[in-house]
């Protein structure tokens, strides 16, 4: 029986190397999903790699993607579904050692490996359309017009089930050689995070519109 | 002749929609390259496509990939290289629309598409390797011990040059139809920025040893 804490591991997200820095638990994976604005998608078009950026939402065991970005992608996975990698990655730090050698980053990475396919359903879709806009700003749909007919025709949403999933990360100070530790470089972690700026009103806002409390509230990480 | 300014457009890298944000513009990809931390490389293994975070470095019109988390692609990069798209993307803002379907974002997106080669000159090794460490923390390499034949010999570089490229990118206000202007909710954009925190020093470091000016003074974008 599939444990309910983890993802069991496959000869894909088995790692050749660095084995310590993965793992499958399932809230981790869940975490840093949910805080990752952008994934990146890959497939492969005419036997050749490709990789964009999209919008996602993880509704439980689901991922959604939104269509906008892949059109060549959307139109492959129209017949069976289309292969994809899916990769959120969240730099946390530079890891600056003694040694050129043991420089590295600290960081959370999902990797999510299966097939996608096209959400067909028309209950699904709209509901999927609206954890998107959920997944990049909590809230946000509530405050917004919703899809009409036209918009959701135009609109395609692949739908990817976490199964074939592990998560890899690194965390803490430089793991430099012990032979280097008397050395005179500065050693260390340079934290890095995001953060937002002040909210631009649309030119065209109708007046006296304040910027709402899910806007002035988002924050990440 | 090819322009000195712009990358030739090819079949990969000509848009199939959403053309206006799509140019070729040599210096809009360097500085979007430059500015990047990371990139996302995808790879094809065995049919199915993989994408993982990386490193990377940009010489004049060559990529380097640094190798430590790609090993499976390493390996298949052996004999005459592997194909690769190397996507770049930095997310610059949420841009909330009146419509949920006119929700974007602000980013810029570099996509490299070519084959990759692993570099196994030495010299072009070490300068490689020697450019990697600054493309993180821009002078850095004069900080560290450098890598000893050993370490030279475990990490591995990849090497693409700069010539199937193309630049995409979305700046501004929300797009909202004409009809949704007069409506009552708040739509703008909500700009992001990756900051850093203060610098951790190694537990183990030299009494003594300050935050030197390179660290101090990091910034992107």
Redesign the interface.
Known sequence: MPSTTTYAPSA?TTP??LRERVSYDRDAVHAALDEA??C??????D???????Q?HARVGETLYLHG?TG??AMRQAQTDGI?????V?H?D??V??????H???N?R?V?V?GRAHLVTDPAEKDEA??HL?DA??PG??D??????RR?LA??AVLRLDLVDVSYKHREG??G?DED???????????????????????????PG????EH?RG?ARG
């Not at 519109?209 to 709402?212: G, K, L, R, W």
């Open positions: 894909r050749t190397r604005v952008l990146h998608v890959a497939f492969v078009v036997g050749a790699p490709v990789v964009l950026p919008l906008s059109a060549r292969d994809v990698c899916v990769t990655t730099l730090g530079l600056l050692a003694r040694s050129a050698f420089h590295s980053a960081y990475c990797v490996h359309l609206r806009v990049v700003v946000r749909s405050h917004v017009r919703g899809p009409s918009e135009a609109t100070p430089p430099d280097d530790l008397g050395s005179p470089w500065w050693a260390g972690v340079l934290p890095l995070r995001t953060v937002t700026g002040e909210p631009v009103p649309a030119p065209d806002l109708v519109v304040e910027v709402p806007v988002w």
